[in-house]
């Protein structure tokens, strides 16, 4: 893996503050109505992106479900975009046709954002051979929450991928919470990694408050990939400082758990790091706090100026064929 450098943690203390001051914003926006519809934030699971990218190579791609903001514009989509397909508008990732739960862009090789439970999993296999089929040297990350391990296509897609030697990196970003019911409720045993043992699959639990720790398992599980020895399932044990949609009311938890998790925040492990080693002052990382909410600020200012799609956009990207014979009855109504 190539080494964590003082540029490194100074690029990840800049990303993850971003990341996380953007799902603030994002927040504000719902409370406005600006946003409709679901909403699922990530603060406390920044070193996830941070570390996985740090292990990524050009062309490997990444599959998640719908707590997917962070992902895309760690993959490099322009932020400003993602606001606007979450305010519903025509400049948005989807034209505003997605909506927060499916930010796509195939161009930086994020494919989405999936609502369905555990939907993504034989998706992010199918990919994988795709490209193992096509000999592409690239490496599919295939991400999923805690709830979604619980689900039968989960078994069939580890079966599958083992058998054939894919290249796929499963990766559970297990936040302790499937909607409002721990892990603890969901299953006879807490250790989600074992469940990839039953198919002799390398599996592994990782601290996923620590993006060098998630870097440095990224990195093990995607060589080994690469290589054709076929894929891992990491079990990152992460946590999410807000409920599981902006509807959660979080009674399932108490206010002294999260503020216990909260001092184990990804973000203050970046700045200790930065500190303890004299890279940076604490009023030079205080600039660069200024600087991320100012650019937050614009993608706010972008999502709102920009207009919402046309009437004709719904027709236009649901039939491929421009004579469909019902088209004229909707649109006369």
């Known amino acids: 893996m190539e080494k964590l450098t003082k540029e490194k943690y100074l690029e990840w203390y800049k990303d993850m503050n971003f990341w996380r001051r953007f799902e603030d914003k994002c927040r504000s926006l719902y409370l406005k109505q600006k946003i409709r519809g679901f909403l699922h934030l990530y603060n406390g699971q920044e070193a996830l992106p941070a570390g996985f990218l740090h292990a990524m190579k050009e062309g490997d791609k990444v599959i998640t479900a719908y707590r997917c903001h962070i992902w895309p514009m760690a993959m490099g989509v322009d932020p400003k975009q993602i606001m606007a397909e979450l305010c519903g508008k025509a400049t948005g990732t989807s034209q505003g046709l997605g909506g927060s739960m499916h930010i796509f862009s195939k161009e930086h090789n994020f494919f ?4 369905i439970v555990g ?10 051979f795709g490209d193992k089929y096509n000999g592409k040297d690239h490496v599919t990350i295939c991400l ?14 580890f079966n599958m991928a083992m058998n054939w030697k894919l290249p796929v990196v499963f990766v559970c970003e297990n936040n302790q919470y499937a909607m409002g ?13 074992k469940l990839g043992l039953g198919y002799e699959m390398p599996s592994f639990a990782v601290d996923g408050m620590d993006p060098v720790k998630v870097a440095e398992a990224a990195y093990e599980a ?14 990152i044990r992460t946590y999410r400082y807000r409920g599981h949609s902006m509807s ?3 009674p399932y938890r108490t206010k002294e758990e999260v503020e216990e998790y909260k001092q184990e925040d990804p973000i ?4 200790k790091q930065i500190l303890d080693n004299n890279w940076a002052s604490r009023e030079e990382l205080d600039a660069i706090i200024s600087e991320v909410k100012k650019e937050v600020e614009a ?10 799609p046309e009437d004709d956009v719904m027709y236009k990207y649901t039939y491929t064929d421009q004579e469909y014979p019902y088209l004229d009855k909707y649109e006369n109504n």
């Open 112 to 115: 989405g954002g999936h609502g």
């Open 119 to 128: 939907g993504q999993i034989p998706l992010g296999a199918g990919m994988a």
């Open 144 to 157: 999923m929450g805690d709830g979604a391990t619980r689900q039968g296509t989960l078994h069939e897609t």
């Open 181 to 193: 019911t721990s892990v603890k409720r969901t299953a006879n045993h807490e250790e989600i990694w």
């Open 222 to 235: 995607i060589e080994r990939a690469r290589r054709g020895d076929g894929p891992t399932f990491l079990d």
């Open 248 to 250: 959660d009311a979080e």
């Open 268 to 271: 203050l492990h970046v700045e």
């Open 299 to 308: 993608c706010a200012e972008f999502a709102e100026n920009s207009p919402y």
